[in-house]
């Protein structure tokens, strides 16, 4: 050191300075990267490759690592370092050895993403070479950022599955899609709702809901606007109306609106399902109706059952079963004779069944059954129920227990008869006395009075005729003629004949059981003579009484029957023979004193009586009382008592003077026909029918049952207040139909039943009533009267209409069947001829329709039927043109006022669109698709029938078919 010179030693202190700086600077440097290094996120290592006898890497070596290599790798640094991959992780990889080897021998840096197995985990590495054969790698732990690009990639994938999914279900879905932007314009739709619409998908593309389906554009446009207001989905929203795609039906749609918006929660557009529920529609309220007939069925008092072709019993309701007392189980599947119904009944019934099943036609039994109840009377309505076929798949019985109103109707009937009856018989008796109480009426005048009177108390009176014979005179009635069926009763005076009345019916009659004449008209006969028998003796006494007392004129004029008279001043009292004889007593049989004159008198008449006459002396006034007076034997009589008083010069009441004329037997017949009255009031408010006796002409009620206010409204009392009240009522459409059915019935001089409405008093209520009528005539056969009864028939016409309603249309394509083709001609044929109208026919039918049916199904066979029929229904433009579903396949269409050209053009219409229809036909030898054959006939109504034209245009159907089909033919 010494041999340095002083120069050497500044420089050598200098250079060690600068060593010892550098070294501190090292150290410091070294103390930062370790530092650095532990803290450190990312793993570490520095590695030297091992290579094979080849000099190919094999594996390498860990020289150093950091804390992060153990937390990342599960090897912390003493565990690493020094070790081999392979050491630590035989299973190693490959790659990371090669990639590695690559780096340390090329000097090439790498950076790459590699999975360790052995490790389950992803890497991110950076390798760069330190050193020959060394190398130095970085690396973090990026598994879960694969897996979450591998779950995204996976996620994308299913999404474009999805959206693959998605576009084909959008594309084929049996329900309508579409996207709509906010103002209503197709962005989207799917090719369900073009066919929906009946407008290809590119003619929906930026147009408006209104531009493309106007007549469903106001409901539409309500939900959007919804939607566009609050921002919430409209679901379940049901739309209909009709497109395009089927003019003129009315379908229904159950839609589903969502709104479709941005980030921020704004509405850019809206998205809408569409689902067609019109099958499902019609389908319910075919449900519908099967309940309502069910509950019609189940509730009403009528037999209801439906058989079905066989005749066997598919339904019963409960009336069926309470009145026969066969159980419901017992009648299903069964036929009458199973039953073990009356092989007569069965007879009659079948056949009648049998031709509602081949016509079609409804018809009307009516028959009698025995019940647990006895036999009973019904009436059944056969009514066909078509299938979707057109034919009559089963039958429904409709079935009325008539017997209690027949029943009802028939003891009305006889007690109207006998009343009836005993009214002529009391008519007669009250003419006969009227004519016998006056003594100064003529005889002549009395007897023949008395002849014509008895004609009209009989039975017959058109063929009845009298004759009274007295003291050599004989009267008769015209026309006359004396036979074997003859009645006869003396007329006697004093026990003595000097006369007979007799009664002859000019004709036979079924003998009765009381013979040819009533028992009424055997006692009416002998109470005529026992009148006569008075009458005559009366007028005897009367005679002998005015030869023997001249002075007796004004007597004459009071004595009816008896006359009495007192005489107040001297106390004298005297009765008349005939006023003894009322008394029951013989003439002249006690002294007459004003005392044993009143205890003749029944004891609750006497006061009456003695204030009458106390009444007459004070006032000077006479009287007239009805009294009774009792006889020596108990009975009663009933007496018309006249009086009067008698005055002196100066006005002085100096005696009473009157008559008695017993009216007992007149009073008894009162009394009588009153009673009958009573009993058929009492009949009549029991029974729930109207009854009524009208006088003619006029319609004048005379009498009406209570039962009117019940059914119409009207009270009994203004009914007959108001003689127009009847046919005021009548519904207009029914009017004349029922006057001119009446007025021939009364000029044919029969009896008639009549159907028709009748509107209630408040004018909304409207009821059917059968109107049974019974015309009353006069001794000249002249009518007088009608006697009626109106039964209720609204809830059996209300059924039958139903059940009519149900039978006029075909239930598969809703057009009308052949049941409504008939009434439907049956009623404007004659129109038609009235004006010398042609009518067209068209008969359409289906090519090769069996073998569709039998390619693809009978349910793709409804479906063809009902897009055929929407396609010939279409075509129609006029309310009169009708389309009938005639047979399976086939169709007609009526064309009224109608001339043949017209007709040939709209036939070519028709097969033109239902070929454009497209519907595939690869069975057909025709054409790929479906086809119509059609023939057109055309004749004037008034030269021809419906039946002919019918065959003209089914002639000419048949020359369209063996023409090679798919085509139209004429038949003028």
């Not at 349910?859 to 009708?882: E, F, M, S, W, Y």
């Amino acid at each position: 050191m010494s041999d340095l010179t002083a120069d050497e030693m500044k420089a050598l202190k200098r250079e060690v300075e600068a060593l010892r700086a550098e070294r501190d600077a090292c150290r410091k440097s070294s103390e930062r990267y370790r530092a650095l290094f532990e803290s450190m996120i990312e793993g570490f290592g520095l590695a030297e490759i091992i290579l094979d006898e080849q000099g190919r890497p094999y594996d390498y070596r860990l020289l150093e690592v950091n804390e992060a290599f153990g937390r990342l790798t599960g090897f912390p640094p003493h565990v690493a370092e020094g070790k081999t991959a392979r050491e630590l992780v035989p299973g190693v990889e490959p790659l990371w050895i090669e990639a590695y080897g690559r780096v340390a021998l090329t000097g090439e840096p790498a950076r790459f993403e590699a999975y360790a197995e052995g490790l389950g985990k992803w890497f991110e590495v950076f390798a760069y070479r330190t050193a020959p054969g060394q190398f130095a790698h970085l690396f973090t732990n990026i598994t879960e950022r694969k897996l979450a690009e591998q779950t995204l990639r996976e996620s994308e994938a299913r999404y474009r599955q999805q959206a693959i999914e998605l576009e084909t279900i959008y594309g084929q879905a049996p329900v309508g899609l579409c996207v709509f932007d906010t103002g209503l314009r197709f962005q989207r739709v799917n090719q369900r709702l073009a066919e929906i619409n009946g407008v290809p998908i590119e003619s929906h593309l930026g147009r408006t809901v209104r531009e493309v389906v106007p007549a469903l554009a106001e409901q539409v446009e309500q939900v959007a606007g919804k939607i566009l207001e609050t921002g919430e989905p409209v679901l379940n929203v049901e739309i209909s109306g009709e497109t395009a795609a089927h003019p003129g039906v009315e379908r229904f749609w159950i839609e589903n609106w969502l709104p479709l918006k941005d980030e921020a929660g704004n509405i850019w557009g809206i998205n809408v399902l569409a689902e067609e529920i019109t099958e499902r529609k019609r389908l319910e309220e075919s449900r519908r109706r099967e309940t309502e007939f069910r509950t019609l069925a189940e509730h009403t008092p009528d037999n209801v059952v439906r058989l079905d072709r066989s005749l066997r019993y598919l339904y019963v309701n409960p009336a069926t079963v309470a009145s026969t007392g066969i159980p419901r189980e017992t009648f299903l599947g069964k036929t009458d004779r199973e039953l073990g119904i009356p092989e007569a009944l069965v007879a009659d019934w079948q056949p009648r069944t049998r031709r509602v099943f081949d016509t079609g036609q409804e018809e009307k039994v009516e028959f009698t059954f025995l019940t647990p109840q006895g036999e009973r009377y019904f009436e059944s309505h056969l009514v066909p129920e078509f299938g979707r076929d057109g034919r009559v798949e089963t039958v429904l019985a409709v079935t009325r227990d008539l017997t209690e109103r027949k029943r009802a109707a028939e003891a009305l009937e006889r007690t109207a008869h006998k009343l009836g009856e005993r009214n002529k018989e009391l008519r007669c008796l009250y003419s006969v006395a009227s004519l016998t109480h006056r003594r100064d009426r003529p005889l002549d005048e009395i007897l023949r009075g008395t002849v014509n009177a008895l004609v009209p108390a009989y039975q017959y009176p058109e063929i009845t005729c009298a004759r009274i014979t007295v003291e050599g005179a004989s009267y008769h009635t015209e026309p006359f003629a004396q036979t074997v069926w003859r009645q006869a009763e003396v007329i006697g005076v004093d026990g003595q004949s000097v006369g007979e009345l007799e009664v002859f019916y000019r004709e036979e009659r079924p003998p009765a059981q009381e013979g040819p004449f009533l028992t009424e008209e055997r006692a009416i006969l002998r109470a005529v003579a026992d009148l006569l028998d008075r009458a005559l003796l009366e007028r005897r006494e009367w005679a002998a009484r005015l030869q023997a007392e001249s002075g007796f004129k004004e007597a004459q004029r009071l004595a009816h029957v008896g006359s009495w008279e007192w005489d107040r001043l001297n106390d004298r009292s005297h009765w008349s023979d005939e006023m003894f004889r009322i008394a029951g007593h013989a003439p002249q049989a006690f002294p007459v004193t004003p005392q044993s004159a009143l205890e003749v008198v029944h004891p609750g008449d006497r006061e009456r009586v003695r204030a009458l006459a106390q009444r007459a002396i004070e006032t000077g006034e006479g009287f007239v009382d009805e009294l009774r007076i009792v006889q020596p034997d108990g009975g009663v009589r009933v007496i018309v008592s006249r009086g009067e008083a008698v005055k002196s010069s100066g006005g002085e009441v100096v005696a009473l003077r009157g008559t008695w004329l017993d009216v007992s037997e007149r009073k008894q017949s009162e009394e009588a026909l009153r009673a009958s009255e009573a009993r058929f009031r009492e009949v009549v408010e029991l029974v729930p029918d109207i009854l009524y006796r009208v006088a003619l002409p006029g319609y004048h009620a005379q009498f009406i049952s209570p039962a009117v206010k019940n059914l119409l409204g009207f009270k009994p009392e203004q009914w007959q207040q108001d003689p127009t009240i009847w046919v005021r009522q009548l519904h207009e459409d029914d009017r004349d139909r029922v006057l001119s059915g009446l007025q021939a019935a009364l000029r044919d001089a029969r009896h008639c039943t009549q159907q028709y409405r009748m509107w209630h008093s408040n004018g909304r209520t409207l009821r059917w009533f059968e109107d049974r009528k019974r015309i009353e005539r006069d001794t000249d056969g002249k009518p007088v009267a009608l006697f009626g009864v109106m039964n209720d028939v609204t809830s059996l016409k209300q059924a039958q209409q139903a059940l009519e309603r149900e039978t006029l249309h075909d239930p598969l394509t809703g057009v009308a069947n052949r049941r409504y083709l008939k009434q439907f001609i049956e009623r404007e044929w004659r129109r038609e001829t009235r004006h010398g109208h042609t009518v067209s026919i068209i008969m359409v039918d289906i090519d090769h329709f069996k073998a569709y049916n039998d390619h693809y199904g009978h349910q793709r066979g409804d479906d063809c039927l009902k897009k055929v029929t929407r396609a010939l229904r279409a075509n129609l433009r006029r309310p009169t043109d009708l389309l009938v579903r005639y047979g399976g396949e086939e169709f007609v269409v009526v064309l009224l006022e109608t001339e043949l050209e017209p007709a040939l053009q709209l036939a070519e219409t028709m097969r033109k669109v239902v070929e454009e229809l497209r519907l595939p036909h690869v069975t057909s030898p025709v054409s790929e698709s479906v086809t119509i054959s059609a023939g057109v006939a055309a004749k004037p109504a008034r030269n021809s029938t419906f039946r002919a034209l019918l065959a003209a245009a089914d002639e000419a159907l048949y020359r369209a078919k063996d023409g090679g089909r798919n085509r139209v033919e004429a038949n003028a």
